[in-house]
Structure formats: C-alpha cells, structure tokens
C-alpha cells in the first residue's frame, strides 16, 4: 500500500503532534470550561488622574500568572517601570509604546507555594498597579455561639471561592486557638467521639462543620477552622459559649427574690403597724379609766368635807 506522504513527511508530522501535546498546558475545572493553569491579569492606566490601583486574585491551585501594567498615554516616550514584590525590586524594565501609544510591561511568576503569594507591583514615577495575590478567605461566624451544658455544638465555616466552580479546600482543620495546632486537632486521631468534623458543598460554597457533643463548660473557648490550599491556607474563627442551665434563671430567680423580701417587708411593715395601733389603743383605754375614776374620788373627798362642818 502506497501512502501519500513521504515517511519522513510523516515522521515530521508525529514529531509536532508530540511536541504540541507535550507542551499545551492541561486545563483545569477553576470556573471557566478549558481553564488552564495560565491566567494573565492586567492593570490599565488611562489618565494622568489614576496614580494607584489595586486587584485582587484568588488562587487556590499552582497557577503561571502574567502580570501586566499597560499605561495608555497616547505617545511615544519609553516609559521605565519597575517591579516589587512588598518592597523587594524583582525586575525592571523600560516598555516601548506601539502605534497607538499604549505602552505596557509584563511580571511573569509561577505560584507553587504561599511564599509566592504576596502582593506585586508595577510601579513607574508617580503610577503603582498592585496584584494581590492571595488564596480564599475563611468565613467564621462574627457574633458568639450560644449553647448549653449537655447539649450538642454545631460550628460552621465556609470559604469563598473565587469562581463559581473552583476547586475546594484540599482539607478542613479545626482547633481550639488556645492550644497547639498539632496537639488540638479536632476529630483527627483522637480517641473521643465527641469531635466530628463534616465537609459539605451548599449553595456553591464549601463548608465544614465541627460537632461538638455532650459539651462542658471546658469547651468555652474560640475554635479555629483552617482551609487547606494547594498553595496556602486561610482561617476564620467561631465564638463557642457554653452556659449552665442556670445561667438564664438567674434573672428571673433575682425577680423572685427581689418579690420575697418585698412581700416580706410589706407583712413586717403591716405586724408592725397593727402592733402599734394596738398599743396606742391601749393607751387610750388606759387614759379614759383613769378620768373615769379621778371625779369620782374627788366627790367623796368633798362629801366628807361637808360633813365635818355640819358636825
């Protein structure tokens, strides 16, 4: 059988075939269909009136990242612009404006690790464009959690993602903030059944969920829930309060109280008055015998009296 091509014209054609599979990068699910692991990100400065500008990236997965500042001036003088990362200078160069005017410079940086997140910066005389790069954030819960001696402790996290199907923690870790990362880990080769850590997907977010049953009064305390990313880790913070039952009694106890000694004092008040009243009848009974018999031993006395000078 006889082919059309030459078998060198062949063999070149598997060669780019290779060559094209080896080196076109794999996409990955990050939010957008054939996603790859390439991302560029720009800053544009249109105007003289635009001195600073700030752009956030989130990243949760080994990302080639070009950075670039395009400084729309509409002519033709180089412009030298300089790179940092926080305040270390990491390139420099002087960016040729084209035909339109624009002139633009570019950052290449790969990001394997949180020692390359960070914040970089394109900076040229009066002009800065800052990338900040960063994985997820860790949402806690703001106010405390309330719950009592006996009962069972439902703690929540979540992170936001920066695309609506990116990929989640590579793994949740819950500790208590006042104790050691490695000692405190909850429901990870512990002994106690008490800790159960849950990891979910709800309305595209993810989220993880500590359980804490039959609590004490020990378990006050701020728990930690750390998100694992393949290139750094974030946390938040939930409030735990364990109250006694007692503890909501107390007020309506001291309303209880407050109402015994009232009534107390009110029925002492009335003993006290009563005893009074009937002391001061007494004394009025005794005021009104002895009227009673003071007239009538003065009329003996003058009977007498008169009797003598008759005799």
């Known amino acids: 059988m006889s082919y ?5 014209v062949l063999l070149a054609l598997q060669c780019a075939v290779l060559c094209f599979a080896a080196v076109a990068p794999d996409p990955i699910h990050d939010g957008e269909e054939h996603r790859t692991s390439s991302r560029t990100i ?4 249109s105007g003289s009136a635009e001195l600073a500008k ?3 990236v989130l990243l949760n997965s080994s990302k080639h990242l070009q950075l670039s500042c395009t400084f729309n001036f509409g002519h033709s003088h180089p412009i030298k612009v300089s790179w940092v990362k926080g305040d270390l200078e990491i390139f420099n160069e002087t960016a040729l404006p084209d035909a339109s005017g624009n002139a633009t410079s570019t950052y290449n940086v790969s990001i394997n690790n949180s020692n390359d997140l960070g914040s970089y910066a394109c900076k040229s005389d009066t002009l800065n464009g800052t990338f900040n790069l960063k994985v997820p954030a860790t949402e806690g819960r703001e106010k405390p959690l309330v719950s009592y001696v006996g009962d069972t402790a439902v703690l929540k996290c979540k992170t936001h993602e920066p695309h609506k199907h990116s990929l989640g923690p590579l793994r949740w870790k819950w500790y208590k903030k006042s104790e050691e990362l490695e000692k405190a880990a909850l429901g990870e080769n512990t002994t106690s059944d008490r800790y159960v850590v849950k990891e979910m997907f709800v309305n595209e977010k993810y989220e993880t969920v500590l359980n804490i049953k039959s609590l004490t009064e020990e378990d006050n305390g701020i728990y930690v829930c750390s998100a694992d990313f393949q290139v750094g880790k974030s946390s938040g913070e939930v409030n735990l309060k ?3 039952y007692m503890v909501p009694l107390k007020p309506f106890l ?3 109280a407050e109402v015994i000694v009232l009534v107390a004092l009110i029925l002492l008040y009335e003993v006290y008055s009563k005893k009074k009243q009937k002391t001061s009848d007494d004394d009025d009974k005794e005021a009104e015998q002895a009227e009673s018999l003071k007239p009538e031993g003065t009329n003996g006395m003058e009977e007498s009296s008169a009797r003598q000078r008759k005799v």
Request: charge should be neutral; charged fraction near 0%.
């Open 42 to 45: 720009n800053i544009n400065f």
């Open 242 to 244: 364990v109250l006694s």
């Open 54 to 56: 700030q752009v956030p």
């Open 254 to 256: 001291i309303i209880v």
């Open 4 to 8: 059309p091509y030459s078998p060198a």
